[in-house]
């Protein structure tokens, strides 16, 4: 077994894992990052819309409400400063029901209390006008969304932390870490079986976050949440959707309802539902298109039968059972637990890869 010492191991080579690697290489640290799978982002980071999102829905004072307004700045900066593939391309909310009418202006009160002040009321012919084929009653637009490279995006930021001297190692599982006031001792299997003694450990193992923490001797039974999961499907239309903007409508408890998303190519695709699953599985039932149909023909009447094919799925990393209240980002650092060099970061769902440059950024502070 091989023995290393450096500044800092973190978890995962997700979106999140990637943008704290390259910070912390940034800031002069040495760092290796622990990878289970082969590929960067082989779960949540690339099963998702891949939409940037503005900060519309998030509870103010939240850390997904502040994370995603400065998360979404820093992520259109750094994608225009390096070429990155991405489209500001803007979204319509949309309300299908006189009722839903009243519920925009609550949306659009509680995007500006969390300083997203570029929401535009449209009425149902100003929507029209924009996108003809919508069924609506009135929409909220929100200019500020857009659309990303995910794969782009976390492959630069992996090339921005190896510049500085971080390595990946791919293929290897932590089997416990080990925390004291001298540092950390972390064990690895797989391709890497080593031990290694680190000043920092940052858990950014999204989906297995929670596992990763209860594996963590000395750290409280306080701050090992119990994880849930909640699978969303997407489906892809069969030709090309008369839309130029991301269509939602207006949110449902678990996630942001059935909406239609667009890709850099201009190909639409629809989801996520939600469907609550006991673990991590990627099937995607195509009998569940029925159901989608008649979400989506709410706001496009025009959906032709037969058109949807399923795509792939993805896994909410949730820290709240079905039924329960949506539960906020924790990134829990040392003022929380009390552990020097120690963050975990835990149920990053949505809107974390917009916020990703802003969550490293924390963590880059946290631990100095």
């Known amino acids: 077994m ?12 997700g979106v999140i894992g990637l943008a704290v690697a390259r910070a912390l290489a940034l800031a002069g640290q040495e760092v290796i990052v622990i990878e289970r799978e082969t590929l960067i982002g082989s779960h949540t980071s690339s099963r998702n819309s891949e939409v940037i999102h503005a900060g519309i829905y998030y509870p103010q004072g939240s850390l997904k409400a502040r994370m995603c307004v400065e998360g979404k700045h820093k992520l259109y900066e750094y994608c225009a400063a390096r070429g990155l593939n991405h489209k500001r391309c803007g979204k319509l909310i949309v309300a299908t029901t006189p009722e839903q009418v009243a519920e925009l202006e609550g949306i659009k009160a509680k995007a500006a209390a969390n300083g997203v002040e570029d929401l535009t009321f449209l009425s149902r012919e100003e929507a029209l006008a924009l996108e003809p084929h919508l069924n609506c009653q009135g929409a909220l637009l929100s200019p500020s969304t857009g659309i990303i490279d995910s794969h782009g995006l976390m492959l630069s930021y992996q090339g921005e932390a190896e510049e500085r001297g971080a390595a990946i190692a ?7 870490v080990e925390a004291s006031d ?4 972390v064990s690895t299997t797989g391709a890497a079986e080593a031990t290694i003694k680190a000043k920092r450990f ?3 193992a999204g989906l297995f976050a929670p596992q990763l923490a209860a594996s963590t001797a000395g750290l409280s039974s306080a701050f090992m949440p119990v994880p849930y999961y909640c699978k969303g499907n997407y489906y892809s239309l069969q030709g090309r959707a008369p839309f130029e903007r991301l269509i939602y409508p207006v949110p449902e408890a678990a996630g942001l309802g059935v909406h239609l998303t667009l890709d850099l190519g201009g190909q639409a695709r629809f989801g996520p539902d939600t469907e609550w699953v006991d673990g991590v599985e990627y099937s995607v039932d195509p009998a569940r298109s029925d159901g989608f149909y008649d979400a989506i023909r709410r706001y496009w009447p025009g959906l032709k039968d037969a058109s949807l ?3 792939y799925a993805g896994i909410r990393p949730k820290l709240n059972a079905q039924g329960e209240p949506a539960a ?4 829990d650092g040392p003022d929380a637990h009390g552990i020097a060099g120690l963050v975990n970061l835990l149920g990053i769902e949505s809107p974390g890869l917009t916020s990703s440059l802003a969550i490293a950024d924390e963590v880059a502070k946290q631990v100095g």
Request: glycine content about 10%.
């Open 202 to 204: 940052i858990n950014s």
């Open 170 to 176: 791919f293929g290897t599982s932590i089997n416990w």
């Open 309 to 311: 094919v399923p795509a």
């Open 328 to 331: 906020d980002f924790r990134i």
């Open 2 to 13: 091989d023995h290393f010492e450096t500044d800092t191991v973190i978890a995962g080579a």
């Open 182 to 185: 001298k540092g950390f001792v």
